[in-house]
């Protein structure tokens, strides 16, 4: 069965600091790939996604991630963490078969920002 | 638009009580999908409907949760009767269809207390 794991339970940086979050996945075939971010008591927004083609992908708020066949990883990244970046953030996995729309989420890496 | 809307935010029942979740997707999005988080299992997709007819309920844990789309605007998860374990955050969230099904809009979720 697909699975993906996010090994970082919870980061702390300093603000203005560079920030890499971590993602694997274990699967057959190349699966889609998506980072989805959580801020406090509201639900999960999608930051960026990965389908096929360009293994560097940009998404909103200056996060990018790279996608990488022979580690089967998918990191975040952003070169300046803001504060308002402090939140929870998710890696998320889908089989891109026909009839089945089923995102995987990991665990989730909770992000902490110090001034 | 207003993006998903879900209702209540908050629901504190006693245990062997009934609960209705009700959300309203995002206008014209063909799928529907609601979670579950906790903090010992994460975001788990319980259901998921395409064009109001549910495609997978596998996630449903059983029999006493149950979920409805009687048209494209309106969904609702009854729980019925509630029991402690059920107290989680409970998400809706909705997407356009073929490889979008993957760009989910998530709501506010309802942070659901059974005591």
């Known amino acids: 069965a697909q699975s993906v794991t996010q090994p970082d339970i919870h980061i702390t940086v300093s603000e203005g600091a560079s920030l890499e979050l971590r993602c694997n996945y274990s699967?057959?075939?190349?699966?889609?790939l998506f980072w989805y971010v959580q801020s406090p008591g509201q639900g999960l927004q999608l930051l960026l996604k990965?389908?096929?083609?360009?293994?560097l992908v940009q998404g909103i708020k200056g996060f990018e991630a790279e996608f990488k066949r022979s580690q089967s990883s998918f990191n975040l990244r952003k070169p300046s963490v803001h504060w308002s970046d402090a939140a929870e953030y998710f890696c998320a996995v889908a089989l891109p078969n026909f009839g089945n729309e089923k995102l995987t989420f990991g665990t989730g890496t909770r992000l902490t920002i110090i001034p | 638009d207003a993006g998903v809307i879900q209702s209540p935010r908050h629901e504190v029942t006693e245990m062997g009580q009934e609960v209705t979740l009700r959300c309203k997707p995002i206008s014209g999005h063909d799928y529907l999908f609601w979670y579950r988080q906790t903090m010992m299992r994460g975001l788990e997709l319980l259901i998921y409907f395409n064009n109001n007819v549910p495609i997978d309920d596998s996630g449903m844990p059983e029999d006493r949760f149950s979920a409805k789309m009687p048209n494209a605007s309106f969904s609702t998860l009854k729980i019925q009767p509630s029991e402690p374990r059920d107290s989680a955050v409970y998400f809706c969230a909705s997407a356009n269809g073929g490889r979008l099904s993957y760009e989910q809009y998530f709501g506010p979720g309802t942070r659901l207390t059974v005591t």
């Open positions: 990965y389908f096929s083609g360009d293994t």
């Open positions: 699967y057959g075939a190349t699966p889609y």
